[in-house]
């Protein structure tokens, strides 16, 4: 299947700054591009939707303006957790879809806490 | 909301066949079903998807009933290595629908 990285795979920050996750498709264009986020022992929750050169589409209940989503290439898109805070920790995980395939693929998740 | 009821969990002994149901009595004709699975602290996998025949790949089975209110995901000889959670995903919007997760089934594998 096609590959997804994340980076960085951990991250820790202090409640307050802003953290930066990337994504990209390795082997193959992303039309379309995904955020999820997991907290422990739970499911995935999409966050938001977003096809590359176009604003993301977020699910109810995200915000928009902590959740900074760009996606401005094929192979990349960067979720922005801006003043962060301890309940925004938890795993994220970005999916990619494109290249004609309609299956997602999923990154490796970033487990990102918040102190 | 998951359009799926999945068992919480379920164990397999190893080497043994994984059969894991799913319930999907509100799927619509053009929904496909698809499973993924997700080992502890990792994205999810994608393992099959279908939408009325059986299929099969190199990782496992998906049996559709001829209704299509259920399938089941078949691991033929279970490992350890697949302990994992399975989500049986109904994909709404056809074959460019987004994901929606569900709970899943915890399967465990165990010697």
């Known amino acids: 299947g096609a590959v997804v990285s994340q980076h960085p795979s951990r991250v820790i920050c202090k409640s307050g700054t802003s953290v930066k996750i990337e994504c990209r498709s390795l082997?193959?264009?992303?039309?379309?591009m995904f955020w999820y986020r997991q907290f422990p022992k739970k499911s995935l929750m999409l966050m938001a939707t977003?096809?590359?050169?176009?604003?993301?589409?977020?699910e109810q209940g995200v915000e928009k303006d902590k959740f900074l989503i760009n996606h401005a290439s094929l192979t990349l898109s960067t979720l922005t957790v801006t003043s962060a805070h301890p309940e925004d920790s938890s795993f994220y995980i970005c999916?990619?879809?494109?290249?004609?395939?309609?299956?997602?693929?999923f990154g490796p998740g970033t487990r990102l806490t918040v102190t | 909301d998951a359009k799926t009821t999945q068992p919480p969990s379920m164990d397999c002994a190893e080497g043994r066949a994984a059969n894991l149901p799913c319930n999907h009595s509100t799927i619509s004709g053009n929904e496909y079903v698809y499973w993924y699975r997700q080992i502890h602290s990792q994205g999810p996998q994608y393992i099959i998807h279908g939408l009325k025949n059986n299929e099969t790949n190199e990782m496992a089975s998906l049996i559709i009933t001829e209704d299509r209110k259920s399938s089941t995901l078949i691991l033929p000889h279970a490992t350890l290595r697949d302990t994992a959670v399975y989500y049986c995903?109904?994909?709404?919007?056809?074959?460019?629908?987004?994901?929606?997760f569900g709970k899943g089934t915890k399967l465990s594998v165990k010697p």
């Open positions: 995903i109904v994909r709404v919007g056809g074959s460019q629908g987004n994901l929606i």
């Open positions: 977003s096809n590359e050169g176009s604003k993301a589409t977020y």
């Open positions: 082997d193959f264009q992303a039309t379309t």
């Open positions: 999916s990619a879809r494109g290249g004609g395939v309609n299956e997602q693929y």
